[in-house]
């Protein structure tokens, strides 16, 4: 089956600063690639997603890329702020139903 | 939380008693997923349904029942048989369009059994 590894597991940045972080999979038929932050206490809800046959996206201070020759994704925050701290899932799927996560990002923003 | 609700927030039980976890959506999606999250891991896959008296099994279904009685809900119970139980459970739907798409989460529900 799919496997999803996400990296890092922690990262801490200054305000203003930028963020990255780093999944890979492995089943190259998979096909859609969503981000998604968590709060505490709360659902993960979606920042912003991309398809295989697109190789960037972006929405604001958020980006993702995607390199399906190496089989990874990356999300992008510029221009960090405070409230951007929580948990960040990255996950992979190639039909609905079956969508696997990787372990999570907890993103700390220092002001 | 997109139209998804789950009920209710934080849920006690003793153990060796089985407990059902209520999730309602109004998003007409045909499909809905139950995970379980435990601390600083990500989301596992216990069940999800594609379409109505229909279901399969993810990747920890053992010791987990459903139902799709209705579009709306998917109703999750943890039995007995579940060893470890205690944990954040997350429902969450789609619409079934065939391929991998967004999923809606609801607010989860906090189960501790002890």
């Known amino acids: 089956g799919e496997n999803v590894e996400q990296h890092p597991s922690t990262l801490s940045v200054q305000e203003g600063d930028s963020a990255v972080i780093k999944c890979t999979y492995s089943?190259?038929?998979?096909?859609?690639f969503p981000w998604y932050k968590q709060e505490l206490g709360k659902g993960p809800q979606l920042i912003i997603d991309?398809?295989?046959?697109?190789g960037e996206k972006k929405d604001q201070r958020i980006a993702v890329t995607l390199n399906k020759t190496a089989k990874h994704f990356s999300l992008h925050i510029t221009e960090t702020q405070p409230e951007d701290s929580a948990v960040y899932f990255c996950?992979?799927?190639?039909?609905?139903?079956?969508?696997?996560f990787g372990d999570g990002t907890t993103l700390t923003v220092k002001p | 939380d997109g139209g998804i609700t789950q009920s209710p927030k934080y849920l006690f039980r003793k153990e060796g008693q089985n407990v059902t976890l209520s999730c309602e959506q109004n998003l007409n999606h045909d499909a809905m997923y139950w995970y379980r999250q435990d601390p600083g891991q990500g989301l596992r896959l216990i069940y999800y349904s594609q379409i109505v008296n229909d279901f399969q099994k993810g990747d920890i279904a053992e010791g987990y029942s459903v139902s799709r009685e209705k579009k709306e809900s998917f109703p999750l119970t943890v039995t007995s048989a579940q060893k470890n139980p205690t944990a954040f459970y997350l429902c969450?739907?789609?619409?079934?369009?065939?391929?991998?798409?967004?999923?809606?989460f609801g607010p989860g529900t906090r189960l501790t059994v002890t």
């Open positions: 996950a992979a799927s190639k039909k609905a139903g079956k969508s696997t």
């Open positions: 969450a739907s789609s619409i079934d369009s065939g391929t991998g798409g967004r999923q809606y």
């Open positions: 089943d190259s038929a998979s096909n859609y």
């Open positions: 991309i398809r295989s046959n697109v």
